[in-house]
């Protein structure tokens, strides 16, 4: 299952620059700019975009016949590339189901390797609970690999060219289950992609920088996914990619979705721009072809960017949730039975995430997690020089990928606990053991030879004699103190105040055997732990370029830009 939503599917394959340009999707029509601008090249066949509009509906918002139904033939259908969401959530409406012990569906599943790129992150350590977070991300996938896909999402000349991630968003549950945050990357940011090798044929892609959607031709999802270790600093658990099959079915199972528009809007104009979407102002249930428009709109909604398209995505994929968990049908195994077949057929998973059993254990963590605690936020972003693609926000961006690293809500409603007056130190300062270990292998940047080195140098010298140093490499963002239980809290306070590390940098683990600290890639040069700036603080919520949607926001309403009301 793949989506449209981001991007158009006209040549795509042409490796220019910033981004993989397509007709209707050109920042250089967005801008206004001549066709003949430089990335710029004409559909070869010389038809309309690929969302020029749709055959006419029943009246109902879905084409007529079975085969209008599945999407064969509807060049609209390219949208649903974004499900990649929509089987996430249909995992959590359906974590009740029996279909998904069927064994013969674990056959349906295609597996890849997890992470192509060196230099990974370590999995974090489990809390004082032994819990950790679970980070998903979900890819929604351009290909054209078998001919329903075609048909679907049409851009036949295009069936060979390797599949680009035009939709990418990472699912992070928190480690105790209570809340899931959301965050989306818009498809042209421009990125650096790690050093990967395609797990099928042995090739080597440098690393190089280019839109993320492009880490995808670079072997496949296993490096998409260690592209966005290398941005975000977060562990990513699995991976969920979904092609155009099945994507149709999915969509009728849920029986209509209610969003918003507030006015009337008509997503098409004379130059044939547009995904044919035509709703009056108000609230409408959306099912078939109507869901598939409005997901894929980006002429019609705020700025006509994909930026709107995104949001609109949010605003769906959220109303979808409350849906799938009051929908009492959906936990009828043989209405099931259908989307079952669908979803598993269109899946690819990494190679820990083989099997039915363990995508209904991981529907059972998703759907524990209450509505209102579930938030949406698209990555804060900026134009990067020149236009026609995007770059992480400074300071925001990180940020927002900060509080996911440490486990903290982006919605800022995680419950605050009075601080407890701060343990006193229990051990002597040249007494205390304390391992320091070099946490800078990043795939991208290399590693700082010598950090554990400098900075056990650095603790000797403030009285900390028995530190040691690991000589193992390891990748971390953040750098870190692990301790092994309460009783060693004073001690690693007073280890992180005297290195002018901040409180959050203190934390108890139920693996930890000692105390360990490793200096992690936010701390790459120097003996003294680099002072924040404001940016860079801590904090408890996404910032508002985030622009953060509540799961349990029914009043959200998308704004329509005025080009394209009636």
């Given at each position: ?382 134009y990067g020089p020149g236009g026609g693609y995007v770059v ?70 403030l009285g900390y004699t028995a530190a040691g140093t690991d ?96």
């Amino acid at each position: 299952m793949r989506q449209s939503s981001v991007r158009g599917d006209r040549s795509r394959g042409r490796q220019g620059g910033a981004r993989q340009l397509g007709w209707e999707d050109s920042p250089y029509e967005e801008a206004g700019l001549p066709p003949d601008a430089p990335g710029w090249e004409p559909p070869e066949d010389g038809s309309v975009p690929a969302d020029a509009g749709d055959p006419p509906s029943d009246g109902g918002g879905r084409r007529k016949g079975k085969r209008a139904r599945r999407g064969k033939g509807g060049k609209g259908r390219k949208a649903l590339r974004w499900t990649a969401l929509g089987v996430g959530l249909v995992l959590v409406g359906g974590a009740a189901a029996g279909y998904l012990y069927y064994e013969h569906l674990n056959a349906n599943l295609r597996k890849a390797p997890r992470s192509l790129g060196g230099g990974g992150l370590k999995k974090p350590d489990p809390n004082a609970f032994g819990q950790t977070p679970l980070n998903i991300l979900l890819l929604g996938s351009d290909g054209r690999n078998n001919k329903e896909n075609i048909k679907l999402g049409g851009a036949r000349q295009d069936a060979d060219r390797k599949p680009l991630a035009d939709v990418q968003m990472l699912l992070h549950v928190s480690a105790d289950r209570s809340n899931m945050s959301v965050i989306s990357i818009p498809r042209d940011t421009r990125v650096p992609i790690p050093k990967c090798t395609d797990p099928k044929d042995g090739t080597v892609y440098p690393q190089t920088t280019a839109a993320i959607n492009q880490s995808l031709q670079h072997g496949g999802p296993g490096c998409t996914l260690a592209t966005w270790q290398e941005l975000t600093g977060i562990y990513i658990d699995h991976f969920m990619m979904v092609d155009f099959g099945g994507v149709v079915e999915m969509a009728d199972a849920i029986g209509g979705v209610p969003v918003c528009v507030d006015r009337n809007v008509y997503s098409h104009d004379s130059q044939g721009h547009g995904s044919g979407l035509k709703l009056t102002k108000g609230t409408h249930s959306v099912k078939g072809v109507q869901a598939l428009q409005w997901l894929r709109t980006r002429y019609g909604f705020e700025d006509n960017t994909d930026i709107g398209r995104a949001k609109a995505q949010h605003m769906y994929m959220n109303s979808m949730v409350r849906q799938l968990k009051k929908d009492a049908k959906l936990t009828n195994p043989g209405e099931l039975n259908d989307l079952a077949e669908a979803a598993t057929n269109a899946l690819t998973v990494d190679e820990s995430l083989d099997t039915v059993k363990k995508l209904y254990d991981l529907g059972g963590d998703l759907s524990r997690v209450p509505t209102k605690r579930i938030t949406m936020v698209t990555m804060p972003w900026q134009y990067g020089p020149g236009g026609g693609y995007v770059v992480p926000k400074p300071g925001e961006a990180e940020q927002t990928f900060a509080l996911l690293r440490n486990d903290v809500a982006l919605d800022g409603k995680d419950a605050k606990k009075k601080p407890a007056p701060d343990p006193k130190p229990s051990t002597a300062k040249g007494a205390l053991e304390v391992v320091v270990q070099n946490g800078t292998n990043s795939s991208v940047s290399g590693p700082v030879s010598g950090r554990a080195g400098v900075v056990q140098q650095r603790l000797a010298a403030l009285g900390y004699t028995a530190a040691g140093t690991d000589s193992g490499l390891t990748t971390q963002a953040d750098t870190t103190i692990t301790y092994k239980d309460k009783a060693q809290r004073g001690d690693a306070l007073a280890l992180a105040k005297a290195l002018g590390l901040p409180k959050g940098a203190v934390r108890e683990s139920s693996s930890a055997t000692g105390m360990r600290l490793v200096v992690g890639n936010d701390w790459r040069e120097g003996s003294v732990y680099p002072e924040k700036t404001g940016d860079d603080k801590a904090a408890d919520k996404a910032p508002e370029s985030a622009d953060a949607l509540n799961g349990e926001d029914k009043k959200a309403c998308m704004k329509v830009n005025p080009q394209y009301t009636f």
